[in-house]
């Protein structure tokens, strides 16, 4: 299994960007159910989780710093989830991680940096 992100970089406050994470891997062909998620990590702090969605994307839930702001969304057909990111702000300026759930084990993405500043 790998999970590769992108869609990361430098925007001003108040922009958008959308994170993409594609899962690759045989046992993505035998259509698995796969929680996941978005974590991220600033610079001195801990990995924090971001927003989780259910496989399936029936449910979605963000931490309350980015409920209204930030999006999480999958598309099964082509193995990916995403994290649109709107009204960014500074304090948003991190690694971003995708993480999926693979048979209860869990899989991690090498990250993307997101950076938010004027």
């Known amino acids: 299994v790998q999970l590769v992100e992108s869609g990361g970089g430098l925007v001003e406050p108040g922009g958008s960007l959308t994170l993409s994470c594609v899962g690759s891997?045989?046992?993505?062909?035998?259509?698995?159910?796969?929680?996941a998620a978005w974590y991220r990590q600033a610079p001195g702090k801990e990995r924090e989780l971001v927003c989780e969605i259910t496989g399936g994307g029936s449910r979605t839930n963000c931490v309350d710093s980015v409920k209204g702001r930030f999006t999480i969304s999958r598309d099964d057909a082509e193995n990916t989830v995403y994290l649109q990111m709107n009204n960014l702000k500074p304090e948003d300026t991190a690694v971003y991680y995708c993480k999926a759930e693979i048979a209860t084990r869990p899989y991690w993405g090498q990250g993307t940096q997101v950076t938010v500043s004027s």
């Open positions: 891997g045989e046992i993505f062909n035998h259509n698995v159910y796969w929680p």
